[in-house]
């Protein structure tokens, strides 16, 4: 495992409870009156369950694809299978920051989903390594030769060469042996967290207190958590402004190979959002985050700085050429592209720290960042 995918790693697993003094006392300016069950009923309905039926569903057409290039490689099957790994992969940005436990099977080794099959940068060394060996088992902690990460470099190139990916695989029965075996460990995945989900689904809305164990506060974090994704992983490595990185390194972009970085920061933005303000997957507004907000003294002003500060972010984001590989823009507009990580930077307080001072929610893992 590279030293950049454990720190990943590290990122999302080092999980710990604030001190039990803290947790046992109500925190100043908690809500009481608020319908906290109703906030959750309509991010368990609304955002939660669509965003894992739409990424199983786009999932399987993936595998789909992906054996009909696999039974014959060419430009029409290679292009309707990039296609549906794009459309999968933006799925996938409103799905991926609900990494609960309890949605981790018990007694395995399995990890979050976003563990499982978003890790990134891919290992392409280690993956053309278990390829020669025909090893695509996946019986290793190996994360990133798997997931969606592993197929971006499987199916891309940034010289957009599309035959010499297709003669790759036509030349290598190994490599279609684990491109194929990439998919249908997505699905599995995906299906067994989309399974989970169903299963718990009724107790996460029924546990509608503010304690550090209660479903807002796992929401809560898990929010935050997805934020600090796109501005550390997303942008601060790849910009040379989160540890271990001291100069910028492009290649470590979210899907270096495809070329989609932006969109995917766009979309991923856009999902975290829409919990904050309730927004469902059919777009009606419901309770979320900036309604619980305006029921304390001081929320009206958090949640508008709120809203001036995301517009800040998508002014930023706006600037960046939609159409250009954030790789290539970090090399060639560094400002612009620092400019999107310093307003994310900025913007970290109002959806941390204020936020759960304001509601009394608790902050149940440690970011790194010192704030």
Known sequence: MNRLTSLLLHTLSVIYLIGLTAC?????????????RGLLENIANNLITPAFDSLYNEAKRLQKATQSFVDAPSLNTL????????????VWQSANMYNFDFLIEPNTLDKSLFEEIGVFPADSNLIEQYIS?????????????RGFLAMDYLLFRTDGNQQAIIDAFINNSNRRLYLKAVADHLVLKIEKTRERWRERKASFIDNDGTDAGSSLTLLFNEFNLGYERIKNFK????????????????????????GVSIEMIRANMKAIENIWRGVGANGQDGLGFQDYLLAVAGG???????????ASIYQKLDALDSQARLSTLIETQYTTVVALHTEML????????????????YITYDSGDGD
């Open 24 to 36: 046992d006392s109500k925190k100043e300016g908690q809500p009481q009156n608020f319908d906290r």
């Open 346 to 361: 900025k913007h970290t307080r109002y959806f941390k720290s204020d936020m759960s001072s304001l509601l009394g929610l």
């Open 235 to 258: 942008l601060g490595i790849p910009l040379g402004k989160k540890a271990p990185m001291t100069s910028p390194a492009p290649m470590y972009v979210e899907a270096y190979y495809s």
């Open 133 to 145: 060996q025909g090893n695509y088992s996946f019986a290793n902690f190996q994360r990133n030769t």
């Open 79 to 90: 292009e309707s299978l990039q296609a549906q790994w794009k459309q999968t992969y933006t």
């Open 300 to 310: 009206k002003e958090l949640s508008d700085n709120t809203e001036a500060q995301l």
